[in-house]
């Protein structure tokens, strides 16, 4: 069972456009929903993430736009650049006991053009 | 600080052979985690430490064991690899109580089962 649903599975997108990619999660436990960038041959990395006391969250051109009620969340990038170029998961978990593993969406391939 | 490290990078085995993969953390965290990502999958969780001392089944942990050696480092050992064992395997450490689950996660261990 998928606890975490994550699209479009890949993206084009045009530099200065802006790209969206949405997840959606099952577990009304969870309240903490990060979102990760991964470039080829490197670890995950975290970008941003959200706590559902808040509707929205945003870091420069990075923004997360989450929904209680639907149980979606979903990150913008605005301005999009070449460099942003990577794959990007969205996740969930608790936060109220240690060793609480994140539950990644199965990612999301961005590429930018130029 | 060298955050979280792994050994090897790199790794091809036969089947049925075994091997340990290594990591270690040097920010002090309490919880260590080992994930495996394959295509299209995402990020699963084979075995978690939530303290020294301890360790627990993930998502997928058939054919794996792990040890918790001390705070620092966290194995994960193939007894007797098998072809759907090739993967790449991420090591992940947090702090609880921060109010988040922020996982840091290493470079990464390809490895190949022919």
Redesign the interface.
């Given at each position: 069972q998928q606890q975490?649903k994550?699209s479009p599975?890949s993206l084009i997108v045009q530099k200065g456009g802006i790209s969206i990619i949405n997840c959606a999660y099952e577990n009304t436990a969870f309240d903490?929903f990060?979102w990760?960038q991964q470039f080829p041959?490197?670890?995950?990395?975290?970008l941003i993430?959200i706590?559902p006391d808040v509707s929205e969250k945003k870091e420069g051109r990075f923004t997360i736009s989450f929904n209680k009620s639907a149980k979606q969340f979903s990150l913008h990038i605005m301005d999009s650049q070449p460099g942003d170029s990577a794959t990007y998961?969205c996740a969930a978990?608790?936060?109220h006991?240690?060793?609480?593993?994140?539950i990644?969406?199965?990612?999301t391939t961005l590429s930018v053009s130029s | 600080n060298a955050g979280v490290t792994q050994t090897p990078k790199f790794q091809v085995l036969k089947t049925g052979q075994s091997m340990t993969l290594q990591c270690a953390q040097d920010m002090n965290h309490n919880s260590m985690y080992w994930y495996r990502q394959d295509p299209g999958m995402g990020l699963r969780l084979i075995y978690y430490s939530a303290s020294e001392g301890t360790t627990d089944k993930g998502e997928v942990p058939n054919g794996y064991n792990v040890s918790r050696l001390n705070k620092r480092e966290f194995s994960l050992r193939l007894e007797s690899a098998a072809p759907s064992q090739t993967s790449v395997y991420f090591c992940a450490s947090s702090e609880w109580g921060l109010g988040n689950n922020e996982q840091f996660f290493g470079p990464g261990t390809r490895l190949t089962v022919l």
């Open positions: 975490v994550q599975q903490y990060p990760y041959g490197k670890g995950p990395a975290l993430a706590r998961f978990s608790g936060i006991q240690a060793g609480t593993a994140l990644f969406g199965k990612g | -």
